[in-house]
Nanobody
Framework: EVQLVESGGGLVQSGGSLRPSCAAS????????IAWFRQAPGKEREGVSC????????YYADSVKGRFTVSSDNARSTVYLQMSSLTPEDTAVYYC??????????????????WGQGTQVTVSS
C-alpha cells in the first residue's frame, strides 16, 4: 500500500525557514516523482515543486523559485522541501503527492493518484 506522510510544518515568523518532509512507503521510491502542493483557506490548490527521485531534477513555481529547495533522500525514502524567506502568503496546508515522473505540467493536481494528509505551515507577520 502506497503511503505518503508529511511532517515538519509549524509556526514561523516572516523571514524564517521550515523544512517539511514527506516520508514514502509501499513502492519503489527511486523510480517516481514527488510533488509538493499547498492550499490556503479559500484558495485553489497550488503546485509548488516536484522532484524526480531518480536523478534529483526539480521544478518550481515562480512564487517560490529562489526561496524553496526540494530534495530527495533515497536511502530514507523521504523528500524534503526547504523553505526560506517565508512570508505570510506562504501560509497553507502543504501536501506531497506521487506520480510516475515530474514534468512541466507537474502543477496539475489531477495527474496525481496518491496524496499525503498534509502539514500546516503558518507564517506570522
Amino acid at each position: 500500500e502506497v503511503q505518503l506522510v508529511e511532517s515538519g510544518g509549524g509556526l514561523v515568523q516572516s523571514g524564517g525557514s521550515l523544512r517539511p518532509s514527506c516520508a514514502a512507503s509501499g513502492y519503489a521510491f527511486a523510480d517516481y516523482g514527488i510533488a509538493w502542493f499547498r492550499q490556503a483557506p479559500g484558495k485553489e490548490r497550488e503546485g509548488v515543486s516536484c522532484v524526480d527521485t531518480s536523478d534529483g531534477s526539480a521544478y518550481y513555481a515562480d512564487s517560490v523559485k529562489g526561496r524553496f529547495t526540494v530534495s530527495s533522500d533515497n536511502a530514507r525514502s523521504t523528500v524534503y522541501l526547504q523553505m526560506s524567506s517565508l512570508t505570510p502568503e506562504d501560509t497553507a496546508v502543504y501536501y506531497c503527492a506521487l506520480r510516475g515522473y515530474c514534468s512541466d505540467s507537474y502543477y496539475h493536481d489531477f495527474l496525481y493518484t496518491y496524496w499525503g494528509q498534509g502539514t500546516q505551515v503558518t507564517v506570522s507577520s
